[in-house]
């Protein structure tokens, strides 16, 4: 009996060594934490390149606990990216320990005067910086950087793809403040569950007011919720807006006191802010800055 | 001030929501959670609210959609099973009710974080928000809440009602109670419904953390403050209801402050304070108590030995060297009773030494005639033998009242003028006389 148990184990073993040992094939794995990185990698890398997203589409990464699953498919990667800043709060730990796949961390060069922080503590950095165009020319040129350097082989072809996909980028942001625009000035006020919309407020000129502060880590209160009651049918807001990784309860709480107070405000479509959405208009990186900007104008207008 | 005012009055709707239904469901969790409390049976409620995660999620993934009546029944079932099991497990094994309670939760809870772990990475879109059945999201609650709470409030009140006596007679004397006919299985499985129907409807609105909590901690503050049923339920579901107050209170007053944490921190301190300073029950008051009685005991043995000496032909006057050759009394403690004895005009102080006052004679008399009194009855009545009845009496004498000597003389069929001292000589020789 022990001798059997043995052998299973040395057999268990043994199938552990031969599974973590990389295939050699020609693809080259590429794991993205989240959808949106996903996406940015799609255009601009090579065919040879295999693309997986770590998180799905709606899931808040700010508390994403990875699985068993998640970790044999980061072992299994050739190249790991992944947002930083705080952003995959224990993916990142685990990454840390990660040894063997090259890990590209794209907010490594981001210009720290373009970051926003909490004014109350300087140490806490909005992590959703996507909704910046240059951090996200920042981070799409480290991505190719960093690739390029390991996989010389495929230069050019990716340099030509950034410089593709930059162009693609600026005529979409176009069309979003075009589409901004069109909302009268003083109604220019987003109003959402979690803090993610602050980069696109600022690129593209609205303000965003919100419950929790950048991290939905963090609790809110009653104050909270009466505050922005109060904002909302100060301001005859017409409209709020969910997002699609936070709970809806307590917009629609708000909703509710405000209508006790005579004001009837809308409640939004959820807008998309951690990750891409499922639908057809909302499953690029382009297609989100479109949808929400889109969501935005006709709600407010 | 303002803000309280404006608290108080409940005039922002919001406000009203929240205060509406937590202070509902504090009040009817307190309640619900005292028959577990008195069952002995505290952490059902804990063990339930649990157990319901995996219920809860079970219903999302079969049903597809978030609907809050589909969750609750999940919710239920899931409950139903873990007390179920709980019994199973109590019953057919030999793993005693706190193990079994402590495997069925975390066995119920881990499954829940499985599954909910599973959902966040396999399905997208619509799972937002279910990690809110665990912590809750009360500042969020809406006027649908309180109509569920209150709803839930008057089911409980008419279940308890319709069968209060049953309820009682079980709670505390559960073998009177089926010899009497009262079916105890009905009984229980009343009370579990309670507490199912409570959590699964809680746990949508503050989570389940803040469900367990509601449950357990108002019912131990309760219970330092009475001894009888009906206060203990209105008590404890007054203090809920103070909790849920006070706390969303303090979230409307600071930011940043969420209401369901802060409801269980101000029911904490309640139960801390009521653990403290409750009369009888509490620890200061029974500290103090404590102390009173060490006090008395030391001033009767004084007074006693006192008269003992002068009894024995040694004079009126004594001072410590003389007491202490009956009763050892160090220095500072000497000290203190002395003038507690003195103080209360037992004593007076006489030039080397003390004497006592009439009083104080009469007192100590009666401390030495119940003395042996006891020890008469021990020997007569318990058959004891005359060296250990000493030491039983030392300690009886301070408690026995004049009602219970007389009953005791009454029984030995001795009469109240029966003068023990002359009778004890016969029994225990006396050291100096001997």
Known sequence: MRKVLLYLLLFSLTACLTKSKKENGNTIKIVCTTSIISDWVVNIASNEMQIIPLLKTGIDPHVYKPSKRDLDILRSADVIIYHGLHLEGKIIEVLKKMEGPLIINVSQNYSQDLIIRDPSFPASIDPHVWFDLDLTRSAITTITQNLSAEYPQFKDELDSNMQAYFSQINNVAKQVKSIISSIPEGQRTVITTHDALSYFGRSFGFNVKTLQGASTVSEFGLKEITGLVDFIVDQQIPAIFLENIISPQAMISVQKGCKAKGFEVKIGPELLSDSLGDKEDQNTYTDMLLFNARTIAEYLR | ?434
Request: charged share 20%.
């Open chain 2, 1 to 434: 001030m303002d803000l309280l005012l404006k608290y108080i009055t409940l005039e922002d709707p919001n406000v009203r929501f929240v205060v509406v239904a937590i202070v509902l469901l504090g009040a009817v969790s307190g309640m619900v959670g005292s028959f577990n409390f008195l069952r002995k049976k505290t952490l059902v409620g804990e063990t339930v609210a649990h157990s319901m995660l995996p219920g809860v999620l079970i219903a999302f993934l079969l049903s597809g959609v978030k609907s809050p009546i589909i969750m609750i029944l999940g919710a239920a079932l899931s409950g139903w099973m873990s007390i179920w099991l709980v019994d199973y497990i109590t019953q057919k094994s030999k793993i005693k009710g706190d193990s079994a309670l402590a495997i069925v939760l975390s066995s119920f809870f881990g499954l829940g974080i499985v599954l909910l772990t599973m959902i966040q990475s396999r399905f997208s879109g619509n799972q937002s928000g279910l990690d809110h059945y665990i912590f809750g999201n009360a500042a969020a609650m809406t006027p649908e809440d309180s109509t569920t709470f209150a709803v839930v409030c008057l089911v409980v009140f008419v279940l308890v009602m319709s069968s209060y006596l049953s309820i009682k007679a079980t709670i505390f004397n559960s073998d009177y109670a089926q010899s009497i006919g009262i079916s105890r299985k009905k009984i229980d499985i009343l009370i579990s419904i309670l507490t199912i129907l409570t959590i699964s409807v809680g746990i949508k609105a503050v989570g389940i953390v803040m469900m367990s909590a509601l449950l357990i901690i108002p019912p131990t503050a309760a219970r330092f403050w009475t001894d009888r049923l009906v206060p203990m339920l209105i008590i404890s579901g007054c203090f809920g209801a103070l909790g849920g107050w006070l706390g969303s209170f303090i979230s409307y007053y600071e930011t940043n402050m969420p209401t369901g944490p802060l409801t269980i921190v101000c029911v904490s301190i309640i139960a801390f304070v009521s653990m403290m300073f409750a009369p009888k029950k509490g620890i200061v008051y029974q500290r103090w108590n404590k102390l009173l009685l060490r006090r008395r005991i030391n001033e009767e043995n004084l007074l006693k030995a006192a008269v003992q000496n002068e009894v024995r032909g040694k004079g009126k006057l004594f001072n410590r060297a003389q007491i202490n050759t009956r009763q050892y009394f160090e220095q500072k403690l000497w000290n203190r009773t002395i003038n507690r004895l003195k103080n209360k005009g037992f004593v007076y102080k006489v030039h080397t030494g003390y004497t006592l006052s009439m009083a104080g004679r009469n007192y100590g008399a009666d401390i030495d005639r119940r003395h042996k009194i006891w020890e008469v009855y021990l020997q007569r009545r318990m058959q004891m033998s005359v060296h250990l009845v000493h030491d039983e009496a030392e300690t009886m004498e301070h408690f026995l009242t004049p009602e219970i000597e007389e009953e005791i003389l009454g029984e030995l069929g001795l009469c109240s003028r029966f003068n023990p001292l002359l009778e004890i000589h016969e029994i225990i020789p006396d050291p100096d006389i001997a």
